[in-house]
């Protein structure tokens, strides 16, 4: 396994972080627990979470991921062999504290408490703001647009003085954020920098081969400020695996059980798939391990947040690890971007 620092803390997570967000929908506990059991011994020391978990998102599935993963917990005894990291809600879902804002102090320390008793320990790692409250063009939306009905948000200063008083507390180690844009990291960081408090460590927000659109504006400040990227949909909530290449959609995939996620096989998303299952086999590897070794070499990246419902996928994910791309694959891997830029969001 390879290891990158956490913002500017002390803490070296794994390049390779276990996503859970299928657990509880698509995965069993046992299955859970199978998952989490291979992903440390291989040596992955990273697990991502959030209280919203698993997916996709329901009152009844609310939180179960983190039940399960507190009860691996509870049984391995293993708490410190792992950097974990959760998220509180943003606002609009009304079963999560009555689907208002979320960043209060209140209601983040409502949430931080609620997450500690179902992971059964009493710290997290990196606690993460998992979507803004204002207006953002995050999740697929190309055109920003303000939402002038937008309402009262907790402005990023409330936000970190609220945050502070968890680190204090001991609750929570780090913060982080997801979901978020130039102008959220950047106001985040001027006013850790200027009032001396805590700092944001990551940014946890979509990256892809058909999804680069972070490298406009965040890569930059990720590597100048030290905050770098924990890259969710790698495989573009698994479309790069090539699975749904010449119209398949197979049994008990994503895209086959559950809506919202159609904009990562549109027509121009489709196109760019099969210009990289080519060039895979041209270079003899799976397209899922050419997909998730692009992503492991970006140097704004700090951990590339993988997530599987079967342990062969889980196999060639954490495997992606031992593959290092040619100049010439990434030279390769440019051309068919240029051709077909960002087009699964």
Known sequence: MKFKKLGNTDLD???????TMT??????????????????????????????????????SYGKTEIMIG??????????????ASKVAGPGLDWIRGGGNNFSEKKIGEAIDDSLKRLRTDYIDLYQLHWPERSTNCFGRREFKINMNEGEWNNFESVLRALEKFIKSGKIRFIGMSNETPYGLSKYLEISENKKLPRMMSVQNPYSLVNRTYEIGMSEISIREKCGLLVYYPLASGALS???????????????????????????????????????????????????AFVNSRPFVTSNIIGATTMDQLEEN???????LTEETLEKINIIHNNNPNPAP
Not at 13 to 19: M, T
Not at 79 to 84: A, N
Not at 278 to 283: A, P, R, V
Not at 318 to 324: A, F, K, N, R, V
Request: proline share 3%.
């Open 242 to 292: 090539g699975k749904y290449r010449n119209g398949q959609m197979p049994k008990n995939a994503r895209m086959t059980l559950f809506k919202g996620w159609e904009r990562m096989i549109n027509p121009l998303a489709m196109k760019a798939y099969d210009e990289y299952f080519k060039l895979s086999k041209e270079i003899n590897i799976t397209m899922v391990q050419l997909a998730q």
């Open 71 to 84: 009860n691996w917990f509870e049984k391995r005894k293993n708490r410190d062999k792992i950097i974990l």
């Open 13 to 19: 997570v794994s390049l390779i972080c276990l996503g």
């Open 23 to 60: 657990w509880g929908t698509q995965n069993t506990e046992k299955e859970a627990f199978e998952q989490m059991d291979y992903a440390l011994d291989k040596g992955v020391n990273f697990f991502d979470t959030a209280e919203l978990y698993s997916v996709p998102p329901t009152q009844d």
């Open 318 to 324: 954490i495997g992606s690890i031992d593959i290092e």
